[in-house]
């Protein structure tokens, strides 16, 4: 079970830590991350991780703004939001995979692309006021 918090309302240029607690074993549990759903939008991946490596993934809008981070001690995945602008507001999901993911070689540089996720959970609203 995936269990997001610290969603809010800020104003533009804030900030929000997300955080997802697993109440599951981790052992199953080899890529986490973070998408996001906006009104009358799909649903979009924001950030993954593979929980072994350290290895992550962005999704192009982010710039540099959000960072994701685990905490395997405590089971817990985190995404910091920095410079957080209005259409950011959307309801952020946390959610796990058994799977690692893959490494390709994009640019010369060995990047990491995330796998599909099956296990969700109930999601936090994040919003952003300009």
């Known amino acids: 079970q995936l269990v997001e918090s610290g969603g809010g309302l800020v104003q533009a240029g804030g900030s929000l830590r997300l955080s997802c607690a697993n109440a599951?074993?981790?052992?199953?549990?080899?890529?986490m991350g973070w998408y996001r759903q906006a009104p009358g939008k799909g649903r979009e991946l924001v950030a993954a991780?593979?929980?072994?490596?350290?290895?992550?993934s962005y999704a192009s809008f982010v710039k540099g703004r959000f960072t994701i981070s685990r905490d395997e001690a405590n089971r817990t995945l985190y995404l910091q939001l920095d410079s957080l602008a209005p259409e950011d507001t959307a309801i952020y999901f946390c959610?796990?995979?058994?799977?690692?993911?893959?490494?390709?070689?994009?640019?010369?540089?060995?990047?990491?692309?995330?796998?599909?996720?099956?296990?969700w959970g109930q999601g936090t609203q994040v919003s952003v006021s300009s």
């Open positions: 959610a796990s995979s058994q799977y690692e993911g893959a490494w390709n070689v994009v640019d010369g540089k060995s990047t990491y692309f995330p796998p599909d996720f099956d296990d």
């Open positions: 599951r074993s981790s052992l199953n549990i080899n890529a």
């Open positions: 991780i593979n929980m072994y490596t350290g290895d992550t």
